[in-house]
């Protein structure tokens, strides 16, 4: 949520920044609804100094034994006017709110302009792309010749666009979580935790989820408004809702493997084959909390540590600026890693790490004390997928398969293998 001070103070500047996000920002209406807000904060501060006034006129007439039936007649009036006042104050403050609720993020300027993810513009490549002298399998049909993938079991227990994995891809599946885990907790310096998979409307309205994304989220039936996790940003990122930190505690690094879900309400039709766009996924997540002065450093750090695991995996990738079209609800900076494809010939997607800047710690109250001016100030939240599971899983079995049918295991997954290095 954006500061309504700095929307007041530079709104031509904000609507700008917000164009490049394709938002446009109705200064017209906010100044309206501010100058409004501005009127009745005044009547109902001058409401409640002359009814403390006439609290003392009472006072004082009694002492003189005076008559105080049209004093109390007055003080009659101007409460029923103060209350009147201070719910049409609450309704327009509810009005202001809930529009702001709906104002992304201001991008940083060094986002570039565009429409579309077309317009994201490559920083580097790493790796080379395989070159293959047979016909190129996509993971559908590499895991059923492994006997690991099974997309018709899935959907008779649930239905589309989920998978069971079984033998060999399970395994494979399980390594690279564990993999991605130890990495980020012994080199990278995270706090390994563990979360709840169910989460409550709070938390999503803290990380920017709700109320503009309802649709992409799947709701429990019940007595609570209860929602299942499209990622573990909400519940991780949360942890500090309505909490003020101690400056030494600073900065905060989590990782964290969950399951996702998600109705992909938006994609309909979209990437339907195989396991690239599920309603039910893993990742293993990267959540830093910094000082403000640090979360563009912040990003940089996060973004290199899950470009190392693509590294170890040895994995062909990209790293690429998201444009402003591109750019998510609630991210001022995004940078997208997408790994290469075999299959589709291209790179897709693998991890979005972005900064938050302080959007999500306005919106959760979440504070650090700054110990110069010993005041609670907003922190920066951040966060990445270090990587998603499933799409790693794909690119591995994509990049590394043989003519006859057999994957290769990189040396650094291995272990997690038990020494396996190639499968089939």
């Known amino acids: 949520m954006l500061d309504p001070r700095r929307i007041r103070s530079e709104p031509e500047r904000i609507a700008k920044l917000l164009k490049i996000k394709g938002f446009?920002?109705?200064?017209?209406?906010?100044?309206?609804?501010?100058?409004?807000?501005?009127?009745?904060?005044?009547?109902?501060?001058?409401l409640q100094n002359e009814r403390n006034s006439r609290s003392k006129e009472v006072g004082k007439a009694k002492a003189a034994g005076e008559d105080i039936s049209t004093i109390l007649g007055t003080m009659e009036s101007i409460k029923a006017n103060l209350e009147s006042k201070k719910v049409q104050l609450h309704k327009l403050q509810e009005q202001i709110?809930?529009?702001?609720?709906?104002?992304?993020?201001?991008?940083?300027?060094?986002?570039?302009?565009?429409?579309?993810?077309?317009?994201?513009?490559?920083?580097?490549?790493?790796?080379?792309?395989?070159?293959?002298?047979?016909?190129?399998?996509?993971?559908?049909?590499?895991?059923?010749?492994?006997?690991?993938?099974?997309?018709?079991?899935?959907?008779?227990?649930?239905?589309?666009r989920f998978v069971v994995m079984q033998g060999v891809i399970a395994?494979?599946?399980?390594?690279?979580?564990?993999?991605?885990?130890?990495?980020?907790?012994?080199e990278h310096g995270y706090t390994e935790i563990n979360v709840p998979y169910i989460v409550n409307q709070q938390s999503l309205e803290g990380t920017s989820q709700l109320?503009?994304?309802?649709?992409?989220?799947?709701?429990?039936?019940?007595?609570?408004?209860?929602?299942?996790?499209?990622?573990?940003?909400?519940?991780?990122?949360?942890?500090?809702?309505?909490e003020i930190i101690d400056a030494d505690a600073l900065p905060q690094k989590y990782v964290c493997h969950t399951a996702c879900f998600r109705s992909e309400a938006g994609n309909y039709g979209k990437d339907t084959r195989g396991m690239i766009r599920?309603?039910?996924?893993?990742?293993?997540?990267?959540?830093?909390?910094?000082?403000?002065?640090n979360s563009y450093q912040a990003l940089e750090e996060l973004t290199l540590h899950a470009e190392k695991v693509l590294q170890l995996l040895q994995l062909p990738y990209r790293k690429v600026i998201l444009c402003g079209g591109d750019l998510g609800f609630g991210a001022a900076k995004t940078y997208d890693l997408e790994v290469w494809l075999p299959s589709q010939k291209c790179y897709r997607e693998i991890s979005s790490c972005s900064n938050f800047t302080d959007f999500q710690a306005?919106?959760?109250?979440?504070?650090?004390?700054?110990?110069?001016?010993?005041?609670?100030?907003?922190v920066h939240t951040l966060n990445g997928s270090g990587l998603a599971i499933g799409r790693t899983l794909i690119a591995l079995l994509e990049n590394f398969q043989h003519a006859d049918g057999r994957v290769t295991i990189p040396a650094a997954l291995s272990p997690y293998m038990e020494g396996t290095n190639i499968l089939g």
């Open 211 to 242: 109320p503009k994304f309802e649709e992409d989220l799947f709701k429990l039936i019940g007595d609570h408004d209860y929602y299942l996790i499209p990622t573990a940003e909400v519940p991780v990122t949360n942890m500090i809702r309505d």
């Open 24 to 46: 446009e920002l109705d200064i017209g209406l906010l100044a309206e609804l501010d100058s409004k807000r501005k009127t009745l904060q005044l009547e109902t501060e001058a």
């Open 362 to 378: 306005r919106r959760m109250r979440a504070r650090w004390r700054n110990p110069e001016t010993g005041k609670p100030e907003l």
């Open 97 to 160: 709110h809930t529009y702001l609720m709906g104002v992304p993020n201001v991008p940083d300027e060094v986002v570039p302009a565009g429409d579309n993810e077309a317009a994201n513009q490559e920083i580097m490549a790493w790796g080379e792309t395989p070159n293959f002298e047979f016909k190129v399998k996509d993971h559908t049909e590499i895991g059923a010749s492994l006997n690991g993938m099974d997309f018709a079991a899935a959907t008779k227990l649930t239905g589309s």
């Open 278 to 293: 599920q309603h039910q996924f893993e990742k293993v997540e990267l959540v830093q909390i910094v000082t403000p002065d």
């Open 171 to 186: 395994r494979l599946h399980r390594a690279l979580e564990q993999f991605m885990l130890d990495l980020h907790t012994r």
